[in-house]
């Protein structure tokens, strides 16, 4: 095997630090990959409106392509890669492991198809406290509140806030009717 081709290794940034690590990798010209996924949230204090942020798919790991003699260069210890803690090794010795291309590029494949992504399928992705729209049946356009738990496949159980009166009202309504309100 040529040892000159560059392979995918896993790279174990600072605490906190993917983010300026992918950017150092970046600026040197190394081929990385940080998985990443959206959460669709609601924006604190308004009325339904929601915004989607982009989260760490798998937080403390980085993936990057690096040549044999990159591997010994990028780490804490060089000025250009500070976020980068270490380069996972192969146990007992001081060699970095390589992971599989295929496998790197599948993780890769996946983030960019949202496969990851949360609050866009209906039902699903969706926490106990998220504001939902209801888009059908007989409470079609009502703003109801997301409730976690146990609840028959295929449906979701929402809360509707002083429906009739004073109170709350919990129901049932099918997953493929209900969206991030």
């Given at each position: 095997?040529?040892?000159?081709?560059?392979?995918w290794?896993?790279?174990?940034?600072?605490?906190?630090?993917?983010?300026?690590a992918?950017?150092?990798?970046?600026?040197?010209?190394?081929?990385?990959?940080?998985?990443?996924?959206?959460?669709?949230?609601?924006?604190?204090?308004?009325?339904?409106?929601?915004?989607?942020?982009?989260?760490?798919?798998?937080?403390?790991?980085?993936?990057?392509?690096?040549?044999?003699?990159?591997?010994?260069?990028?780490?804490?210890?060089?000025?250009?890669?500070?976020?980068?803690?270490?380069?996972?090794?192969?146990?007992?010795?001081?060699?970095?492991?390589?992971?599989?291309?295929?496998?790197?590029?599948?993780?890769?494949?996946?983030?960019?198809?949202?496969?990851?992504?949360?609050?866009?399928?209906?039902?699903?992705?969706?926490?106990?406290?998220?504001?939902?729209?209801?888009?059908?049946?007989?409470?079609?356009n009502?703003?109801?509140?997301?409730?976690?738990?146990?609840?028959?496949?295929?449906?979701?159980?929402?809360?509707?806030?002083?429906?009739?009166?004073?109170?709350?009202?919990?129901?049932?309504?099918?997953?493929?009717?209900?969206?991030?309100?």
């Amino acid at each position: 095997m040529n040892e000159d081709i560059p392979k995918w290794y896993v790279l174990r940034p600072t605490i906190r630090g993917d983010r300026r690590a992918a950017e150092e990798l970046k600026e040197a010209g190394i081929n990385h990959f940080v998985p990443t996924f959206n959460r669709i949230t609601l924006v604190r204090h308004t009325k339904a409106q929601v915004k989607t942020v982009e989260m760490l798919l798998m937080p403390g790991y980085v993936f990057a392509q690096l040549s044999i003699e990159q591997t010994k260069t990028v780490n804490k210890h060089n000025r250009k890669f500070q976020h980068v803690a270490q380069i996972v090794r192969v146990p007992a010795t001081d060699r970095a492991m390589p992971v599989d291309a295929k496998a790197v590029e599948q993780l890769r494949y996946l983030c960019d198809t949202n496969s990851f992504d949360q609050g866009k399928r209906a039902g699903s992705g969706f926490v106990h406290g998220d504001k939902v729209l209801i888009i059908g049946g007989p409470f079609d356009n009502i703003v109801a509140t997301f409730r976690g738990g146990k609840v028959k496949p295929g449906f979701a159980k929402l809360i509707l806030s002083k429906m009739f009166g004073s109170k709350d009202i919990e129901v049932l309504v099918p997953d493929d009717l209900i969206q991030a309100a």
